[in-house]
């Protein structure tokens, strides 16, 4: 087969992936089963056709509304399925193999952690150490990292970051980093080898802090409020991980930042 053909089938997979991903952001935080039952209309719990459920395009069909109650459907079906589908166009290099399929899963995992983390400030341990098994499952078939290398980087990648955690909590008696980005280290180390990681890092603390910054100052609280302000004006660190671990998936930070040696 002609590899553009294979890229289009590939980008399709995304948008039916992507359609998924909306079923897990929704139901993983809530402890729901993601296979039963059949997608519902949140508000008039209307099941939802097959016919209905086709990426994108039953969305513009029904003109974003729950055909039983005339709900507004949220912009943010639609945008889950296009970016899975963006995502896995760019992420197909011409082969077909199972380094691939890792990379596949680290994105997909990775939207449905971005969204959920927005959402609920968690990262699902089903995404975190089920993401984390899977990649070193599948690490001796990873094709730029050596099985030792990836189990290392997650061990090591977990380890630090609890180590921070705990003596940042017993230094200001305050929780820093949730214990979800802590899991979520071993999962980025085990697709993404010791270099990866620190790429990851540094890319997520980098525009996390500027982004944090920025969201922060235009978010100002009311006089007076300042301290619960600050507190709701945080963003989740969760989504700029994810967004490292990207980087480095697609465009190899590392290798520009010379973390490999
Ligand atoms: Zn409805």
């Not at 890229?7 to 909306?22: A, D, E, H």
């Not at 945008?79 to 166009?89: D, H, R």
Request: hydrophobic share 50%; with cysteine.
């Amino acid at each position: 087969m002609h590899p553009i053909y294979t890229q289009i089938l590939i980008t399709l997979l995304g948008l039916i992936v992507g359609s998924f991903l909306n079923v897990v952001i929704h139901r993983l935080p809530r402890d729901e089963s993601v296979v039963k039952p059949a997608s519902r209309c949140p508000n008039c719990a209307r099941s939802i056709r097959w016919y209905e459920n086709i990426p994108l395009l039953s969305f513009a069909a029904l003109r974003a509304k729950c055909p039983g109650c005339k709900t507004k459907i949220s912009y943010r079906y639609p945008l889950v399925e296009a970016l899975t589908g963006v995502l896995f166009f760019a992420c197909f290099r011409g082969t077909i193999d199972i380094e691939l399929f890792r990379n596949l899963f680290f994105i997909a995992s990775g939207v449905a952690i971005t969204f959920i983390d927005l959402d609920h400030r968690i990262i699902p341990d089903e995404l975190s150490l089920g993401g984390w098994a899977i990649g070193l499952i599948s690490a001796p078939w990873a094709a730029d990292h050596s099985f030792t290398e990836l189990l290392i980087a997650s061990v090591v990648g977990f380890g630090v970051f609890l180590g921070f955690a705990m003596l940042y909590e017993k230094l200001t008696g305050r929780v820093g980093i949730g214990g979800g980005d802590i899991k979520y280290m071993g999962t980025l180390g085990a697709f993404l080898g010791l270099s990866g990681l620190w790429a990851a890092i540094l890319v997520a603390s980098v525009v996390g802090s500027v982004i944090g910054i920025l969201y922060a100052t235009l978010s100002k609280p009311a006089e007076g409020a300042q301290n619960e302000g600050v507190m709701k004006a945080s963003l989740p660190f969760g989504p700029f991980l994810v967004l490292g671990g990207f980087s480095e998936i697609f465009f190899e930070v590392s290798q520009w930042l010379i973390l490999k040696p």
